[in-house]
């Protein structure tokens, strides 16, 4: 995090002295960018949660439920009907613990996948990976 500066006086680099090396630092410790670093908090890392894709969302899902000894359970709501204009969607409630989160969508399986994402996004419960790192963390204070 610091920067060298040499200095030599013109006498010296003729007389083939060594030069003298001076050290600078930043303000902050190591272990303090060490703890920026690795810091995790109630916001949860952007990769894991912004970034999937609605087919692997029930995947990651049934991940964080057996990681937290869960179970999801879908209970469908409304099905939509072929002939009806009024029921044109599917309703779909999931409970994953003790919450609960509902998906609107045209087919069940989509619904269900909006479900999903909206309890990823917004769950309480962590993953295997953030509970590891929250452990560390906790362990080296």
């Given at each position: 995090a610091g920067?060298?500066?040499a200095a030599q006086p013109?006498?010296?680099?003729?007389?083939?002295?060594?030069?003298?090396?001076f050290?600078?630092?930043?303000n902050t410790t190591l272990k303090q960018e060490v703890q920026?670093?690795?810091?995790?908090g109630p916001v949860k890392p952007g990769p894991n949660t912004t970034n999937i894709?609605?087919?692997?969302?029930?995947?990651?899902?049934?991940?964080?439920?057996?990681s937290n000894k869960l179970v999801e359970r879908f209970t469908?709501?409304?099905e939509a009907v072929a002939?009806?204009?009024?029921?044109?969607?599917?309703?779909?409630?999931?409970?994953?613990g003790t919450e609960t989160y509902e998906g609107r969508a045209t087919t069940l399986k989509i619904a269900k996948q909006i479900a999903a994402l909206q309890a990823l996004a917004n769950?309480?419960?962590?993953?295997?990976?953030?509970?590891?790192?929250?452990?560390?963390?906790?362990?080296r204070r």
């Open positions: 920067a060298n500066y013109p006498a010296a680099a003729a007389a083939g002295i060594k030069t003298q090396t050290v600078t630092s930043s920026e670093a690795q810091m995790i894709e609605p087919a692997k969302a029930l995947l990651k899902l049934h991940e964080l439920a057996i469908k709501l409304q002939g009806d204009p009024n029921q044109t969607e599917c309703v779909v409630k999931l409970d994953f769950t309480k419960y962590q993953s295997s990976k953030e509970k590891k790192l929250t452990m560390f963390n906790t362990a």
